[in-house]
């Protein structure tokens, strides 16, 4: 094993907020700010392998930390505390929702049984919670989670038969986006369902910030530049702005969902502690707004006649849209590891983001040995780690509906990035577990070294690799890291530990 970890070469990979590692390629996913990449020409089938010296790269596996809690506040009283009763909601944990009450899940009672702390609470069961906070911020709910995501609900949404409707400036509005020019509305919902993000929620949020949607008139200066109001030079006109702003709601959204996001932040330096009721869609709306403005700007952004009633005048109450994105008793299904038996590939990112930077760390990474550094054409195979319909094929993206229904956005879905052209499936084909995909490579994103990105969508949500519903390969359970790209893969007593380097802890193989 030690021998064939030596044919590992060092690929680098990288995207918009990562520096170029210098390492085995991890990462590198659809990026606004992405280049076409030119693959160098293929490796003589009796070339050397490239053999890294040890100061090539300064990574080395990272062990895996054993979770901490964090500590709950004190009790506001020394008598007996009150208790709350919260109704569960889709997606929660005993874990989330221990850390948002500010108690420990041991603290957390129940008429009914309760499941382990990290798994899935079914929606509607009452938990009996002992109030430990002081004061927090609204509590009203505003948006249901599925209005955030791009759920089964929204499939049917057309945005640019609704931006004609509208007669803005968003319709005449033209970018070239991944080397074709796009019509506003195209990018809207381009930009949504890369992310996976709603696009009824992206117009709305688009008119409340810049009135693109119903205003016809040409916008100036930083108003033209940047629409969703992210005064930032690398990331000019909508497409770049839509999705940073569809990053910064998922790191609201998937922060809720995993408990690491429990206060705000203002420009004046005054924190807020979440209330902690709320869902995640309204969480992903609160902190959105909180970036970059004061206190009063986000209260009024958050009443009944800021971004709420431009979105009702839109479309309307956003609750008759409510979709329950988990049902009781929801399971992954089986899935391989995604290439060939016998084949030695290496686990080159653990936990992180699914698509555009950290918001969701629903991905893993794997990189094939090869003979050669960078982005190099590779001969070896990405599987079907699952039957399903390939729904979707271009600019390096595969995605693979599982519950054969032809859309990604209702049940199970596979998102494969970087698979290479040459060689790839077709939008339409019916795969069983262990087809071909196509060739791990450097296209669809800033990447410069030849691996393969995948993540899952369950009704349009990212599913955190290492969330209620960790990502299972063939027994290996994903365990995120302490900060994106670290973690392991654990089966029972063996552990593979995720780098962007050629060790022998990296390796894995069916």
Not at 139 to 157: G, K, Q, T
Not at 311 to 340: H, M, N, T
């Amino acid at each position: 094993m030690a021998g064939l970890a030596l044919l590992l070469s060092i690929l680098a990979c990288t995207r918009a907020n990562v520096p170029a590692s210098g390492a085995i390629g991890s990462g590198g996913i659809p990026s606004p700010t992405a280049a076409e990449i030119t693959l160098p020409d293929p490796t003589p089938a009796n070339a050397t392998p490239t053999i890294p010296a040890p100061t090539d790269t300064p990574f080395k596996p990272e062990p895996l930390a054993s979770p901490t809690f964090p500590p709950t506040p004190t009790s506001l009283a020394t008598e007996e505390p009150e208790i709350l009763v919260y109704q569960a909601q889709p997606g929660d944990t005993l874990h989330a929702v221990a850390i948002r009450f500010g108690v420990l899940p041991d603290d957390i009672d129940s008429p009914g049984p309760l499941p382990q702390a990290r798994n899935l609470v079914d929606p509607g069961q009452m938990l009996l919670i002992p109030r430990r906070l002081g004061d927090t911020g609204p509590a009203e709910r505003l948006l249901p989670d599925s209005e955030m995501v791009f759920s089964p609900n929204a499939a049917e949404f057309n945005p640019e038969a609704f931006v004609q409707s509208q007669g803005g400036y968003l319709l005449r509005y033209q970018e070239i986006v991944h080397g074709k020019w796009r019509s506003g509305p195209e990018i809207v919902a381009l930009v949504a369902r890369n992310n996976s993000v709603n696009p009824r929620t992206l117009l709305a949020l688009l008119e409340y910030v810049a009135g693109w949607v119903t205003d016809p008139s040409v916008p100036e200066g930083d108003a033209f530049d940047y629409p969703m109001g992210k005064v930032d030079p690398q990331i000019p006109g909508l497409f770049r702005q839509l999705t940073w702003a569809a990053n910064e709601l998922g790191n609201g959204y998937y922060g809720w969902r995993a408990g690491t996001i429990t206060e705000l932040h203002f420009r004046d330096g005054s924190r807020l502690r979440l209330a902690p009721e709320l869902n995640a869609g309204t969480v992903a709306l609160q902190y959105f707004f909180s970036l970059n403005r004061p206190k009063d700007a986000w209260e009024q952004a958050l009443a009944t006649t800021g971004f709420l009633e431009t979105y009702i005048s839109f479309f309307g109450d956003p609750w008759a849209y409510a979709y329950p994105l988990f049902e009781p008793g929801v399971e992954q299904p089986e899935l391989i590891l995604p290439f060939l038996p016998g084949h030695i590939w290496s686990f080159t990112g653990g936990p992180h983001g699914a698509w555009e930077r950290e918001s969701a760390w629903a991905a893993l990474d794997f990189a094939p040995a090869s003979s050669v550094t960078g982005c190099a054409v590779s001969e070896d195979w990405v599987l079907a780690a699952a039957p399903g319909i390939v729904v979707r094929a271009e600019n390096g993206t595969v995605v693979l509906d599982l519950d054969g229904d032809g859309r990604e956005h209702s049940g199970w879905a596979l998102l494969y990035l970087h698979v290479a052209a040459e060689g790839r499936v077709q939008e339409g084909q019916l795969l069983a577990a262990g087809d071909r995909i196509g060739h791990p490579s450097c296209e669809g994103g800033i990447a410069t070294g030849t691996h393969i990105h995948l993540a899952r969508k369950y009704n349009g949500e990212w599913i955190l690799a290492d969330g209620p519903l960790p990502f299972n390969l063939e027994g290996w359970i994903a365990k995120a890291g302490s900060v994106p790209y670290q973690g392991a893969l654990v089966r029972g007593d063996e552990q593979v530990l995720a780098c962007p380097c050629a060790s022998q802890e990296t390796l894995i193989s069916r």
